[in-house]
């Protein structure tokens, strides 16, 4: 397990470890969508990992795709995530904020009755969202004018600007899981004509000035990103997520970022392929995979060099010392499903530490 305890270099970041902690959604903040001091301590907890990747938050105000989770798009916001990183780095942690937009993902009883955006006018079929007036299927998405779009890129935009005043050590551009980036990137969601519609070169055109804009903030080497090309969750599919992969890791170079963070397979298990190995053959920099590793077979991977290190999800979230229990070789606490999404402390900061 060594290997996973090496230092590491993402762009500016020196990250003491391999061991990263995946964004995880588990909506504790509080009304507001503000960061508290539940949220303080849950992240405090797991400083020990190379990075913490804070979990999905709203860049843009109005896009609520979960009950309860954190925003970065007002004052109050950035004063209850700076409580956060100010836990963390007491810890001696590092800790970049995943920001993002829920596209088609969001539901008007999450946003004051305001219908969702998306590429096109397709909603998310056999799936339900929470709600406070219980689960509620998903509603149809507003296609998006194209002069509507710079103005997502400048909430992005903001949202970078608000993390660093927050104390982010950088940032990770959310363009997984079927969430507004991905629904633009991928075909089965992208039906429309025009400079954001059609080749792969349109479809990726959004995340690419969404990167333009936050590189410009933070510069590229505090900057990752996360894409999910196989990942069906969310209804999403696309027709060549190999070929989407390695056009896209070819490009990002020109970026020079931190790092790319990718989700090697599909939650529902629908699509299959191999993704890891044209992103490490495209991509120059720093490789980090996601999607059910074990200890053992994260140190398998970076050993060969096919990553450079692993993010670490439910296994983070039931072990806040994990790097220290794989180091001892201790059994790990199981993580409980019931208490994901829940509110308060149960299964979010009362998970133990090794004796």
Known sequence: MSVLFQPLQAGALLLPNRILMAPLTRCRAEDGHIPGDLMATYYAQRASAGLLIAEATMAIEGNSAFWHEPGIHNAAQVAGWKKVTAAV???????VLQIWHGGRACHP????GAQPVAPSALPIRNDEVHTPEGKKPYVTPRELRDDEIPAIVAGFRRAAENAKAAGFDGVE??????YLLDQFLR??????RGPYGGPLENRARLLLEVLDAITAVWGGDR???RLSPLNGFNDMIDSDPVGLIAW???RLNDYQLAY???MRGDFLGQQRGDVLTPARQHYKGVLIGNMGYTPAEAARTIEIGQLDAVAFGSAFLANPDLPARIKAGAQLNSPNPETFYSPGPEGYTDYPFMH
């Open 109 to 112: 009883l999450l946003n004051g």
């Open 223 to 225: 900057v990752g990103l």
């Open 89 to 95: 780095h007491k810890a001696g942690g590092r800790i």
């Open 248 to 250: 896209l890791a070819t």
């Open 260 to 262: 790319l963070h990718l």
């Open 173 to 178: 551009v959310h363009g997984a899981n079927g």
């Open 187 to 192: 075909d089965g969601t992208n039906k429309r």
